[in-house]
């Protein structure tokens, strides 16, 4: 299951995480949000214990969506050593996120 990152705990599993990271970025109200959220599910469970594949609400989390100027969602926020590596906006296939993790491994 997908991690849930908030403005709390992001520094804690990302910015001081051992593993890559990927954070959804996602609404309750989005379609493509819903249509995409079981493929990080599957994520999460394909690749647990070698990335950290994480959600975050930008509805109860303004300040990280501001912070990383999400302007439009579903947005894949990829990072590496805590530093951000790279960015995917819009529905993407699973095969393209897996080329991303993949590539942080």
Do not use: H
């Not at 530093?83 to 993407?92: E, N, R, T, Y």
């Amino acid at each position: 299951m997908a991690t849930q990152v908030t403005t709390s705990n992001f520094n804690e599993l990302v910015e001081k995480s051992g593993k890559p990271v990927l954070i959804d970025f996602w609404a309750e109200w989005c379609g493509p949000c819903l249509k995409i959220g079981p493929v990080v599910e599957e994520l999460a469970a394909e690749y647990e214990g070698k990335v950290i594949v994480a959600k975050c609400n930008v509805d109860a989390n303004t300040e990280l969506a501001t912070t990383f100027g999400i302007r439009s969602i579903p947005t894949f926020l990829l990072f590496k050593n805590g530093v951000l590596s790279d960015k995917i906006v819009g529905l993407v296939s699973k095969a393209k996120l897996i080329e991303k993790l993949n590539a942080l491994l």
